[in-house]
């Protein structure tokens, strides 16, 4: 059975705010997101600050599709897909690093720096002196945002400072608009066995890290998000496995109050997350100075300003910003998802600094990170569960604060649409409800006008 | 009597100090896979120097004229880049009651092998050995990892502590969803 269009149009409800859990474990609903999803959106692929010389390259995923970001001579960044035009073979196999050229080592084929066919074995005596391909197989359309190298297979995509619209742009912009920044060496991989959808899900949930990530707050590890009226959540009949009641340490709670910020947008991006005079500076742990500089005034705007939300550009590119982190969901089957960390310091930053950043990346996400531990069996044993015959029919539910999100969406102006609210699951049901237009592969300004935020999430 | 003095003479004092600082060495690390394996924590941390800097770098795919860039350095991004206090931290995160990556707890077994003293030094030694942790969790979840250990042992009461721990593992993408072990 074959996914048409009209039949990924059951799968997500905005009315309800409910899913159906067969979208996680799915083959064939899978294979169609390589194609609707992976293979027209814009995809980041790696920061300039990792390719500054030339024959500097980076492997970049997208989808399934294996890119090669490289350095040109005349300094431009080329992304060309890492198989050779012959059998297929990979022509460089090194994830990192610095070349000259790309020699497939199956036969010998030979591709400059910009992908260009130029050695042949046995040219003349086998092939007659005529070149038998033109060369490495190129994204559709290369574009950087602010030294955030993003690629499409699309060449009908819109361009990226498009495709990015506000919500997008400002994502970047909470790292960009720090300085001048740059990666630092050393970008985490990973491999959970779960849906790529659940992990991008997560990264707007700011409903879990309390129980999620509880034992990292109760040992003072790292503080726990703070309500600004000093309220800790109701525990509502929550016991422990022992039958004890469970406290909660803080949590952003107030009702309507406001502590929480949602931008949704064109194209399925959004961000969630809590203001950033509820988070305060999370126990002396995040520096929030920069955004008193007049160009981050000027580029994020007031609203993103007071944001200290967690970002996804659709589809699975996390802007992270206590650590100035982004996170990638790589999809390598139904229920296998890679997660690749990049994480940015200023290019002037103090020994301190840089030690102080490196070392908070480490301890709180990352396979090994204080919080994320914790989250990767949520996530496969989800995944898992959406197996089951019975337990499939059971639908996602995504109902938190459902219908009172008033969305304020001001065209004319640099805001993004935006809902000012409590603790809420709308960033994820428009992620889902986007993801769903998406699956229909209709035609990108279908798409676009299909994605346009309703007045109420 | 005679055959026992030939044996005597044919024991050099050197081997014989090799052997013996060996099985302190060996037993030293026994002890310690045993408190790991047996879920004592405490103890296990008890085993690092207050001073101890335990890391675990980021491995990459590289060119082999580019080897000597496989790993990454401290002050770059690392999976673990601990000190004493943060190794304490972990261990009284997982005995919290509220660790869910190790509630139920992991099986693991931890084997030590390949001991081998590369340098001693007026109050210590630099000791490599391979490692095997093996993990199963839950129903059917699987890990193993192997890799090797860089370790400076102090000489302490009779024992050593570890003052440093450089853990390198044999994968470049960790095919594992968390680390929520200790190695």
């Known amino acids: 059975m074959t996914i048409e269009a009209d039949q990924a149009e059951g799968l997500v409800s905005l009315e309800r705010g409910e899913l159906d859990r067969t979208i996680f474990s799915d083959p064939e609903i899978f294979e169609r997101e390589l194609t609707t999803i992976f293979a027209r959106s814009w995809l980041f692929l790696c920061h300039e600050s990792q390719i500054k010389k030339k024959g500097d390259f980076f492997e970049a995923a997208m989808g399934r599709d294996n890119v090669l970001v490289v350095r040109q001579r005349d300094g431009s960044i080329k992304g060309l897909l890492n198989t050779c035009a012959h059998r297929g073979n990979a022509v460089c196999r090194a994830e990192e690093g610095n070349a000259k050229n790309f020699m497939c080592t199956y036969h010998g084929w030979t591709y400059d720096l910009s992908g260009e066919l130029v050695g042949v074995p046995g040219l003349e005596e086998l092939y007659h002196n005529q070149m038998p391909a033109a060369g490495l197989k190129q994204v559709a359309q290369l574009d950087t945002y602010r030294g955030f190298v993003f690629a499409t297979m699309d060449a009908h995509a819109p361009p990226l400072a498009e495709f990015l619209g506000r919500t997008g742009r400002v994502s970047l912009d909470f790292i960009a608009a720090q300085g001048d920044m740059e990666v630092v060496p050393g970008i985490q991989k990973f491999i959970v066995p779960c849906n790529w959808k659940f992990a991008v899900d997560n990264l707007f949930d700011w409903y879990h890290p309390q129980i999620t990530h509880l034992s990292a707050f109760q040992t003072g590890l790292l503080p726990a998000t703070p309500d600004a009226t000093g309220a800790t959540m109701k525990t509502a009949g929550v016991l422990s496995p022992d039958g004890d009641d469970m406290q909660f340490p803080g949590g952003v709670v107030s009702g309507d109050a406001g502590d929480q910020l949602v931008f949704v947008d064109v194209y399925g991006h959004a961000i969630s997350g809590p203001t950033v005079e509820a988070i305060g500076d999370f126990g002396g742990m995040i520096d929030h100075s920069w955004r008193n500089r007049p160009e981050a005034i000027e580029q994020l705007g007031s609203m993103a300003l007071r944001s200290f939300g967690h970002a996804n550009i659709f589809p699975t590119c996390w802007i992270t910003p206590p650590f100035n982190q982004l996170s990638l969901r790589i999809p390598r089957g139904p229920m296998e998802t890679e997660i690749w960390w990049f994480t940015f310091v200023h290019k002037d930053a103090s020994p301190e600094q840089r030690a102080a950043a490196v070392s908070g990346a480490i301890h709180a996400f990352g396979p090994a990170g204080f919080l994320e531990q914790e989250d990767g069996e949520n996530w496969a044993q989800s995944t898992l569960q959406t197996r089951g015959a019975s337990s499939k029919l059971i639908p996602q539910v995504l109902s938190m604060n459902l219908g009172r999100g008033r969305v304020v969406n001001d065209q004319d102006g640099i805001d993004p649409p935006y809902i000012e609210c409590s603790i809420n699951e709308h960033a994820q049901l428009w992620t889902f409800v986007a993801w769903q237009e998406w699956l229909r592969d209709s035609s990108w300004s279908e798409l676009r006008d299909r994605t346009v935020p309703p007045e109420v999430l | ?183």
């Open chain 2, 1 to 183: 009597m005679t055959i026992d003095q030939s044996l005597d003479q044919a024991i050099d004092a050197g081997l014989l100090a090799d052997a013996v600082r060996q099985f302190e060495v060996e037993r030293f690390y026994t002890t310690e896979a045993a408190l790991l394996d047996q879920r004592r924590f405490p103890e296990w941390v008890a085993l690092f120097s207050d001073d101890v800097h335990y890391f675990m770098p980021i491995r990459r795919t590289r060119l082999l004229r580019q080897i000597d860039q496989e790993f990454t350095r401290p002050g770059e991004m690392a999976f673990f880049d601990e000190t004493k206090e943060l190794l304490q931290g972990r261990v009284a995160k997982v005995m919290c009651g509220t660790a869910w990556a190790e509630d139920p707890p992991s099986r693991t077994r931890h084997i030590i092998t390949n001991v081998q003293v590369v340098a001693e030094h007026a109050d210590g030694l630099d000791v490599h050995t391979n490692f095997l942790l093996y993990r199963t969790r839950l129903k059917s979840e699987e890990t193993t990892w192997i890799g090797s250990r860089r370790d400076s042992l102090r000489r302490h009461e009779g024992s050593f502590l570890i003052s440093k721990r450089e853990v390198l593992l044999e994968q470049t993408v960790l095919l594992s969803q968390n680390l929520s072990n200790f190695f």
